[in-house]
């Protein structure tokens, strides 16, 4: 069963970058998936930041985030990355990857169709 681990988070200060990572756990590629990056901050819905196609390559991003993260795979498609860049402290949140099993060429930034979630890392940005 596919279990997804994200890596990278930590404590930055505003206008800096971190780089989230997601993986299988057993490190098989995620080819047949769409993986997706969610966020949480306290007291709020999670929401959907950006998601990626591995098949396909075809990306979406919320509106918060365009502009300023990336999202991509590795060639050997076992690793989703999020690279966040000019950081703000409203990005502060518990962020997640989780699989949309569907294997579609395109992807949608709705938790609702996602059946496989990691188990969070945090980022904060504070000075």
């Known amino acids: 069963q596919l279990q997804l681990v994200e890596s990278g988070g930590g404590l930055v200060q505003p206008g800096g970058s971190l780089r989230l990572s997601c993986t299988a756990s057993d490190f098989t590629t995620l080819d047949s998936y769409a993986i997706g990056w969610f966020r949480q901050a306290p007291g709020k819905e999670r929401e959907g930041v950006s998601c990626?196609?591995?098949?396909?390559?075809?990306?979406n991003y919320a509106n918060s985030a365009k502009g300023r993260f990336t999202i991509s795979s590795t060639r050997a498609k076992n690793t989703v990355y999020l690279q966040m860049n000019n950081l703000k402290p409203e990005d502060t949140a518990i962020y997640y990857c989780?699989?949309?099993?569907?294997?579609?060429?395109?992807?949608?930034?709705?938790?609702?169709?996602?059946?496989?979630w990691g188990q969070g890392s945090q980022v904060t940005v504070s000075s």
């Open positions: 989780a699989a949309d099993l569907e294997g579609m060429d395109y992807c949608i930034i709705d938790p609702l169709v996602y059946a496989v």
């Open positions: 990626i196609s591995i098949s396909s390559g075809s990306t």
